[in-house]
């Protein structure tokens, strides 16, 4: 077992990893894992990855989940680097590629973040599970949910793309249709999970969904031969998965398997709804809600 302890991003605090966490407790930031990387170091060795199976879990002692726990899988990760030639050439770049997350579980890397925190939740005894989700989070939780045996609430803004909500009933979940945004979402699990006994699963607000999120950095950096690209294009909602990148870039050089150069990260957000660009702009170290945010999205997607 490899996990060491979970800590506050904020204030440092520790907490323990043995019983179900949410926020820190003394300030409400978010916790992260901690892995103890000396001790992981010595069991695993970039050699031997390319032997395991294709999937997030051959970087088993760099996730959370203790030694004796189950895994709640799907066969996500492992996903395809594709060379984008042509699309390259049309915009002036010689070496673009595009990490294939469609091909996980449930079409998104979501899936990758699921995977990690349901099998955390399970082991650590949660039995009702609760998200807000706008369309990707809630079909992942709904598929793994449903394959570790627990109840699954969704929380969806009542404009969700018809498809993902059929998703989510279709794999088992509660769905609850919310007049509001995402956020509204989140309010209303909030207010209801200490009554219900849900575990709240929102992005961020739990410690392992980055965990799963953080393999996409070890995949890109494995994939492309522990040589990290120059830049990182992401398609960003909350920003977990870029967090997750920048955290597995930091373990894989303390273990020794990059070194110190970074790509440039670039958060892409459609710009009716762009906190993180906003609060990057504006030179901002949190992102603050976005009020009325709408990207048009559904409507696109309703006529397409
Ligand atoms: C397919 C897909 N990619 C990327 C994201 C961004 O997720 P996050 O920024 O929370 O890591 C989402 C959801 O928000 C998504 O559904
Ligand atoms: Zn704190």
Same mark, same amino acid.
């Not at 019983?19 to 031997?48: M, W, Y």
């Not at 959370?64 to 680097?81: F, H, Y």
């Given at each position: ?7 506050? @991003? ?14 820190? /407790? ?24 390319? /032997? ?8 088993? &002692? ?8 189950? /895994?709640?899988? *799907?066969? &996500?990760?492992?996903?395809? *680097? ?55 989070? !809630? !079909? ?19 404009? /969700? ?9 279709? *794999? ?30 929102? @992005?961020?607000? &739990? ?8 393999? *996409? ?78 990207? !048009? ?8």
């Amino acid at each position: 077992m490899f996990l060491s302890h979970l800590e506050c @991003t904020s204030c440092g605090l520790r907490h323990e990893w043995s019983h179900l966490q949410n926020l820190c /407790t003394s300030c409400h930031k978010p916790l992260f894992a901690i892995v103890d990387l000396a001790k992981a170091g010595r069991a695993l060795t970039r050699e031997v990855l390319p /032997t395991r199976e294709k999937s997030l879990w051959r970087y088993r &002692e760099l996730l959370p989940l203790p030694s004796d726990a189950e /895994t709640v899988s *799907l066969g &996500e990760g492992g996903t395809p *680097l594709l060379g984008a030639t042509r699309f390259g050439s049309e915009l002036g770049l010689s070496n673009l590629w595009i990490k294939d997350e469609s091909q996980n579980p449930t079409q998104s890397f979501k899936a990758r973040g699921m995977a990690v925190a349901v099998s955390m939740a399970k082991y650590l005894g949660a039995t009702k599970l609760a998200v807000p989700s706008a369309g990707n989070a !809630g !079909g992942a939780l709904a598929a793994y949910a449903a394959r570790a045996g627990l109840e699954a609430h969704i929380f969806m803004p009542r404009d /969700t793309p018809h498809a993902n909500i059929i998703e989510c009933r279709e *794999l088992g979940a509660r769905v609850a249709l919310v007049d509001g945004l995402i956020t509204d979402c989140g309010v209303e699990i909030s207010r209801r999970k200490a009554a219900e006994g849900w575990f709240d699963m929102s @992005t961020l607000k &739990e410690p392992y969904r980055v965990e799963g999120k953080k393999t *996409l950095g070890y995949e890109l950096a494995e994939q492309f031969d522990w040589q990290l690209p120059d830049v990182i294009l992401y398609p960003t909602g909350g920003g977990t998965g870029l967090i997750g990148m920048w955290k597995a870039f930091d373990e894989i050089e303390a273990l020794g398997w990059i070194g110190k150069k970074r790509p440039r990260m670039f958060s892409v957000q459609a710009t009716g709804c762009a906190p993180v660009v906003r609060a990057f702009e504006n030179g901002d170290s949190t992102a603050a809600e976005f009020p009325e945010a709408n990207t !048009g999205v559904d409507r696109q997607r309703a006529r397409g």
